[in-house]
């Protein structure tokens, strides 16, 4: 009896601490209603390195909650431009920059069809889009610096198209024309490599790590956006999926051998097998728990998701960059270290987008100032081992690679 009243006074005792407790916490404030997810929790253990990304994402009416449209839209956009800069040489043709600078800005219905391997256009399509890649472009930067960053990719436009005007003439030192196979400037510039590169890093790179998987990861996840399926910040992290790849498994088949017939990737995805072989394969399940993590409402696994995405790619980049100066030095003649040369210069301008390591437009134009600026007024013609190696070594100190 003893043990049964100590039992019930016990009992008494915590019913009115606990009622207590609750009564300070309704008098101090409010207690927050609990926030129901929007979706039916995913296991993480479903993520595999073949799942299709948009395979995990259903509603409860067994619609999809994964629109891949506008990202692909804009991928689709940097394949008909970049198809644009290769006709070129490919036709011998002259080239518009206005029709550069419409393809930019999605103006005046500049997209055609176009079917040529893995470059699958539909141009009535991407012209009634309503996305375009110019307002995009180095999006994360201020207003001000961003429009800097558009003119001078448009000035490049222009560039490009004066190099054309000379596509079958033999280049030389001040001489534009054709090296080999690659349409230079003047001062040996290829200009279709510089547009290329720079827009991986200031289109791809810029918006997709800096942008979406930034401060893009704030965005609404409790309610649908108006009209679609999806919550707007399940839609950034779609959109930066789309415009890293057109495909359903990124790299699909791809090994440190060989990239595979399935992985018609092209542009940073294509560079991230490329210089990036250790770590590629874990960008495809890094996205999918990224999403998955969405649907979860998980945001510590998202960040860890994102963070790893962007760090990858920075890595890539970087490595490119070194990758390409090392070819000028091994390139068997002028023509293969004028393109390792293009390639390595649009790939320098692109690291000024590679936050996490720290690098800023003065990184950038630091090393392109050493290898091309007012000290070497024939560009191409005037690099040196010992500019080379400057670059090189700036380039590693700040990524941290040896």
């Known amino acids: 009896m003893l043990h049964h009243n100590f039992r019930l006074r016990a009992m008494l005792f915590a019913s009115v601490v606990a009622f207590g407790l609750v009564s300070c916490s309704d008098d101090d404030e409010p207690t927050p209603p609990v926030q129901q997810n929007l979706r039916t929790k995913i296991d993480y253990a479903k993520v595999t390195p073949t799942t299709p990304y948009k395979s995990l994402f259903i509603d409860a009416k067994g619609d999809t909650t994964a629109d891949l449209k506008s990202g692909t839209d804009r991928y689709r956009m940097f394949q008909a431009l970049n198809y644009y800069l290769g006709s070129a040489v490919r036709d011998s043709a002259t080239l518009d920059a206005s029709v550069m ?40 930067r201020s207003l001000a610096e961003a429009d800097a960053n558009r003119a001078a990719l448009e000035g490049y436009f222009n560039e490009m198209a004066e190099a054309s005007k000379s596509v079958k003439t033999k280049a030389s030192k001040g001489v534009a024309g054709k090296l080999g196979n690659y349409l230079v400037t003047s001062n040996g510039i290829e200009m279709a490599q510089i547009i290329q590169k720079g827009l991986i890093g200031a289109l791809q790179l810029d918006y997709i790590s800096n942008v979406l998987l930034d401060k893009g990861l704030d965005a609404d996840n409790t309610t649908l956006v108006s009209g679609k399926k999806y919550t707007a910040l399940e839609h950034n992290w779609d959109e930066a999926f789309g415009l890293l790849t057109p495909n359903p498994i990124l790299l699909e088949g791809a090994t440190g051998a060989e990239k595979g017939p399935k992985a018609t990737e092209q542009f940073l995805a294509s560079y991230l097998w490329e210089y990036n072989r250790d770590n590629y394969a874990k960008i495809h399940t890094a996205f999918l728990k990224g999403r998955v993590a969405i649907v979860n409402n998980d945001k510590t696994e998202l960040k860890t998701q994102a963070t790893l995405i962007r760090t990858e790619m920075e890595k890539a980049i970087a490595s490119a960059a070194l990758g390409y100066l090392g070819k000028w030095k091994t390139g068997k003649d002028d023509a293969a270290r004028a393109h390792a040369m293009g390639e390595g ?23 392109l100032l050493g290898l091309i600026g007012p000290a070497s007024p024939n560009g191409f013609w005037d690099l040196t081992n010992d500019k080379i190696n400057a670059a090189s070594d700036a380039i590693k100190a700040k990524f941290k690679i040896q």
């Open 345 to 367: 210069l649009g790939f320098i301008y692109s690291l000024r987008y590679c936050t996490l390591n720290g690098a800023d437009p003065n990184f950038s134009d630091g090393i």
């Open 101 to 140: 600078k419409n393809m930019f800005a999605n103006s005046g219905n500049p997209f055609k069809d176009i079917k040529a391997g893995a470059v699958q256009v539909n141009g009535n399509d991407l012209n009634a889009s309503g996305v375009q890649l110019r307002n995009v472009t180095a999006s994360s």
